[in-house]
């Protein structure tokens, strides 16, 4: 059993920055990449950032140069910093991880944490 723990999140007020937390833990063998996604209300689920095993990173366009994705393989986690913050960027933060939990069968699997809340007032 893997599990995704986010925290981190909270209100703030626009201008302001936070920092977000996930961590893997459980039954794990390799993590590849790991990601933050939000939702805001009446709205998909939308790509916020990612970053590979190796570091490489991407980002939505429109948290590029405000927020920065890292990660430590060593406690199998990652980070979202949030400076910046706009009214925009309301919205519950889920992470995203593609653990492979085995080392005998090669799979590779989605998993998400339960969500944080971020809400950036005006």
């Known amino acids: 059993q893997v599990q995704l723990v986010e925290s981190g999140g909270g209100l703030v007020q626009a201008g302001g920055s936070l920092r977000l937390s996930c961590a893997a833990s459980?039954?794990?063998?390799?993590?590849?990449?790991m990601g933050w996604y939000r939702q805001a209300p009446l709205k998909q689920r939308e790509l916020v950032a990612r970053?590979?095993?190796?570091?490489?990173?991407n980002y939505a366009d429109s948290v590029k140069g405000r927020f920065t994705i890292s990660r430590d393989n060593a406690k199998n986690t990652v980070y979202l910093q949030m400076n910046s913050l706009k009214p925009e960027d309301t919205a519950v933060y889920y992470c995203?991880?593609?653990?492979?939990?085995?080392?005998?069968?090669?799979?590779?699997?989605?998993?998400w944490g339960q969500g944080t809340q971020v809400t950036v007032s005006s």
């Open positions: 459980g039954t794990i063998f390799t993590i590849n990449d």
């Open positions: 995203n991880a593609q653990i492979r939990g085995s080392v005998t069968v090669p799979l590779i699997s989605d998993y």
């Open positions: 970053i590979t095993s190796g570091g490489t990173t």
